[in-house]
């Protein structure tokens, strides 16, 4: 007996999956046909599949869609007639019916029938979050919202802030939208980080953009009616996206003085300010820190960046910094970042690589770990390259390539042994490294191995026929070593050569864009701004939609912007971006730029 109820069960089981799995298949053809527009056979297959499930509303919705698609309004009326008089609470079934009619051009009794879901929200709020769903979907965006509010009306537990947030930000209205995600954190501060990041959406780096100065009145007017915490933080975010990083260090402040919990989020702060080249404001943060952390690690981080900063602004007693940092804090296994630092500054600052290596050999004997020992490594290497030693290097960054395979420092490990052989023409080994290295998860060095690959593959030698390749790479190499003028001095004299211009260095190819880019960057730096120009210009005229097109115009838009004052041909540029370079990674900046140029207000 026991046998035959097994076998029972076991055989009604395989029926009903199997039912299971053909509704399944027939619900996935039914919204393939739909979404192809193909109402008639989805209706068929829609219409089954209700017929089997009638309380499944996605069922219902789509087959009362499909008929008011192919016109059978007088079907879906029916149907919803059917299903009102069964259950008269499913209040959500009146939306459907108004929109019935307003397909026919029936206002009146299209709002009749939404007035009649919105106010039975009032008996079951239940429904608000469906109705409220529906009205959106069908872009009824007013009753939405309505809906939305009754049923928290009713219902004080029910949360529809965010919704009707979005509904406000896809009608224009930001400053209900803004007041609606604010009052969503207000109840409950779990959606921070959700309201952060559609916030974000609307906000620039713009302070004086017309989103951003309404949403900054409206937490400054939440801050004084209601304080808290999460408005400073929000104020701060705010000012960051802006690059204000003074202004979020005064709310990190603020935040800091009422708690005295954690300096995080201004070291955070500081490394962005430093990141985006804002010494000063890095400086005040980091200063901040040492005048209120008892933690050693953290006062020698902070150190760290203030060494970092008087490097980038080639502060002249930034060597007497770095040696009063050790004298306090002493070289041992907490201080091994500010020795990789220091050997940094001594090789492609001073030109002492010599020095550099002692001070890196020496900080090898105070690691512990691996990725101590890693980071100290890699800076041999690099100071390897700066004088030549490329095999020893290579030795070094394949070491570190082993070891942490899938670390950020193996990534970085093997786009430098892709990078020190391009400097030494070993153009084969490099292409493998890179082919590796264009799905790292790390996006600088992804981007970063795709641009090599691409200037490797597009112009190395073919036959044994010269490219101008291992000069443009020589070029790099002394420009990597410091040596701008011998770097221009390859190139002018790869420009002038005989044999390249008849064999390689084409207008219009690569190699040519790449050489003449490469050497308006160093002209740049040298503030021969006229003679950057000029490099510019002939890529453009030889080939208008190469590959560095988009970022000739940028450099050329933000040399008239930055160094030249020449606001209309900044404009000009920025323009030929906007209308000529549509996919460009600098469209945004670009739009952005051209708007602040012309005056606009936003």
């Known amino acids: 007996m026991k046998k035959v109820i097994f076998l029972l069960l076991v055989t009604i089981s395989t029926i009903s999956n199997a039912q299971r799995n053909e509704a399944q298949n027939d619900y996935l053809l039914a919204e393939n046909y739909y979404r192809e ?25 789509r087959l009362i869609n499909c008929y008011q698609e192919t016109a059978q309004f007088l079907k879906a009326e029916t149907l919803l007639k059917n299903r009102i008089k069964a259950d008269n609470s499913q209040i959500y079934l009146y939306v459907y019916f108004g929109y019935n009619f307003e397909k026919q051009g029936n206002k009146e009794k299209a709002t009749e029938n ?47 802030s965010f919704q009707i947030a979005q509904i406000y930000g896809e009608k224009g209205e930001f400053k209900q939208m803004f007041e609606s995600y604010i009052d969503l954190v207000d109840k409950n501060e779990q959606y921070f980080s959700l309201v952060q990041r559609y916030t974000s959406k609307y906000i620039t780096d713009d302070s004086e953009n017309e989103n951003n100065i309404l949403f900054k009145k409206i937490l400054l007017k939440k801050s004084l009616s209601k304080p808290k915490d999460v408005w400073n933080i929000l104020l701060s975010w705010l000012f960051t996206q802006q690059k204000n990083y003074t202004k979020a260090l005064l709310q990190e402040k603020a935040l800091y003085q009422r708690k005295q919990e954690s300096l995080t989020s201004i070291f955070t702060l500081g490394k962005i300010a430093f990141e985006n080249q804002a010494y000063d404001a890095s400086k ?13 690690s953290q006062i020698i981080n902070a150190n760290l960046y203030l060494a970092k900063i008087a490097v980038a602004t080639k502060d002249p007693k930034t060597k007497a910094f770095f040696n009063k940092l050790f004298e306090t804090f002493g070289k041992n296994t907490l201080t091994i970042k500010l020795q990789v630092e220091y050997a940094d500054f001594l090789t492609f600052s001073k030109n002492q690589p010599n020095q550099a290596n002692a001070v890196l050999e020496e900080a090898l004997s105070y690691a512990n770990s691996k990725f101590d020992k890693a980071r100290i490594t890699l800076k041999l290497g690099d100071v390897l390259v700066f004088t030549n030693k490329f095999n020893k290097a290579l030795i070094y960054f394949s070491q570190i390539q082993t070891l942490l395979k899938n670390h950020q420092l193996g990534h970085e490990a093997r786009f430098k042994v892709a990078q020190t052989s391009y400097f030494k023409g070993d153009f084969d080994w490099a ?25 490797i593959s597009d112009n190395e030698p073919v036959d044994s026929i010269p490219s101008g390749l291992k000069q443009l790479a020589k070029a790099e190499l002394l420009a990597f070593q410091n040596k701008d003028n ?29 050489v003449y880019f490469f050497r308006a960057k160093l002209f740049i730096k040298q503030k021969k701004y006229a003679a950057a ?70």
């Open 486 to 514: 011998e770097a221009l001095a390859e190139l002018n004299n790869l420009i002038t050569s005989k044999d390249i211009l008849i064999n390689g260095l084409i207008p219009g190819e690569v190699i040519y864009d790449d």
């Open 431 to 455: 292409k493998v490294q890179l082919k590796v290295l264009k799905s790292s998860t790390t996006q600088l060095i992804a981007n970063d191995a795709v641009n090599l690959f691409l200037k």
């Open 114 to 160: 939404y007035n009649l879901a919105i106010e039975g929200l009032k008996k079951t709020p239940s429904y608000g979050g469906l109705i409220g769903r529906l009205f959106k979907d069908y872009n009824q965006l007013d009753n939405a919202i309505l809906a939305y509010q009754k049923a928290m009306d009713a219902n004080k537990n029910r949360n529809y």
């Open 37 to 61: 527009g193909a109402y008639e056979k989805a209706t068929q297959i829609y219409k089954k599949l209700y017929d089997s499930s009638p309380f499944n509303t996605s069922y219902l919705g």
């Open 533 to 602: 120009i000029s490099d510019l210009e002939k890529i453009v005229a030889a080939d208008n939609q190469g590959f560095l097109t988009d970022d000739v115009y940028f450099m050329m838009a933000e040399i008239y912007k930055n160094y030249l004052n020449d606001i209309e041909k900044a404009k000009k540029y920025y323009q030929k971006i906007i209308f000529e370079q549509t996919s460009s990674i600098y469209l945004v900046d670009a739009r952005k730029n051209f708007r602040k140029l012309r005056g606009d207000t936003i």
């Open 284 to 296: 005040e943060c980091f200063a901040f820190i040492l005048e209120k952390s008892a933690t050693n």
